[in-house]
């Protein structure tokens, strides 16, 4: 009888066993599984959505370790000018707007005065005199040789020569300046008119006058700028001059503009504090990213005491959310495969720096600039 008992437990108990086992088909579909290798995970599309996951992409950062500092896009002062006309006149050409292009040598500007004409009329004058002069220096020097004349005479007709003469060179120099070619002056083509042309090429950056304003010598009336040499000018306190080397890489980003990071190099150091003690620090940029900016930007950068290696960025960066601490240990989920029904991300190992504007600084030699980690939904599935 016991015996009998016993084998009817043993036929009641093994089904309940095979019936508490699920089978494939009633596991739930949403269930974040393993691979064999541990070091993958793969989630369903479907548990992705109904979880809010969400995607970053690593992206190089400026990294906290080097000198940070602000400042400019600039140009060298000799592709910077200021144009102001010598003498002051009513502007009748002026056909530019600022952004215009212009070349070296092209006319600018006409301005109309009567003073113009007075110049030209003194030069004439002056230049018809000194034939005289001329002569009757010859003439009293030949007379004192031969004792005819008197000294007297002869120094005031020296004084009269040389004072004439003097007059007629500055006459002849302010004609120069004017762009009025002295040797084509004569009665019959005096002007009331000088034009300015462009002393560099560039586009036009300001423009202070309009057609019938009067043209100031004492103020600017336009201003060209040459963006070839575009250049940083950054400012870096006084506390980090000695930190500061030529050649050593800078990144920088233009904040109003996008967060992208840019390379750069110190190229000169000012060797003089500034009244707010600061050095002036130039940096060249290179010449494939100077149609990305303009003069006068506003700059964030960072001088790199350990420069970036040529051929990979040492430091990238992913949302400080993506970023999940074990025990000690960083670790961030790179997508690995986008299946029709899954998403496979690889769990990495990173070392963690510093936290910049919500993104935390990454390093690890698994890791490449624009690849995509899982950012929302990561704490949870770090093993």
């Known amino acids: 009888m016991i015996m009998k008992n016993s084998a009817k437990y043993i036929l009641i108990f093994i089904p309940f066993l095979f019936a508490c086992q699920p089978s494939e088909k009633e596991q739930p579909q949403n ?38 500092a602000t400042g400019i896009i600039d140009v060298p002062p000799e592709n910077r000018v200021s144009l102001s006309p010598l003498m002051g006149g009513y502007v009748t050409y002026n056909p530019f707007l600022v952004g215009d292009h212009v070349q070296k040598g092209q006319l600018l500007l006409r301005l109309e005065n009567p003073e113009f004409v007075t110049l030209q009329q003194e030069y004439l004058e002056i230049r018809e005199q000194l034939k005289y002069l001329r002569e009757e220096y010859t003439r009293h020097k030949e007379l004192l040789e031969e004792q005819i004349t008197s000294r ?33 002056v004569t009665p ?23 057609k019938g304003s009067f043209a100031n010598p004492s ?45 750069a190099e110190v190229h000169l150091i000012s060797e003089a504090l500034s009244d707010q003690r600061t050095i002036r620090v130039h940096g060249h940029i290179p010449d494939s990213l100077k149609n990305n900016f303009v003069v006068g930007m506003y700059v964030e950068a960072m001088i790199q005491n350990n420069p970036f290696k040529e051929d990979k960025p040492t430091d990238l960066s992913a949302a400080s959310a993506a970023v999940v601490e074990k025990e000690g240990r960083y ?13 496979t991300f690889r769990q990495v190992a990173v070392s963690a720096g510093a936290e910049i504007e919500g993104r935390r600084i990454l390093r690890s030699p698994d890791l490449s600039v624009n690849s995509v980690v899982l950012k929302k939904g990561a704490f949870d599935l770090v093993r």
């Open 219 to 263: 103020s600017p009336a336009l201003e060209i700028i040459n963006g070839d040499h575009l250049h940083l000018e950054i400012n870096v306190f006084e506390k980090d001059v000695m930190k500061v080397k030529r050649g050593q890489k800078i990144s920088f980003q233009v904040p109003e503009a996008a967060k992208e990071t840019f390379p």
């Open 152 to 184: 007297k005479n002869f120094l005031r007709a020296e004084s009269e020569y040389r004072s004439a003469n003097a007059t007629y060179f500055g006459l002849r120099k302010r004609l120069q300046l004017l762009d009025l070619d002295p040797d084509r």
């Open 31 to 68: 269930e974040i599984t393993a691979q064999k290798n541990p070091s993958l995970i793969v989630v369903s599309k479907e548990q992705f959505e109904k979880n809010r996951m969400d995607f970053d992409t690593l992206s190089v950062t400026i990294s906290p370790d080097g000198i940070r």
């Open 331 to 343: 670790f961030i989920l790179i997508l690995e495969k986008d299946e029709s029904d899954a998403y």
């Open 188 to 210: 019959e083509n005096i002007t009331s008119q000088i034009s300015i042309y462009a002393p560099i090429s560039g586009s036009i950056t300001k423009i202070h006058v309009t």
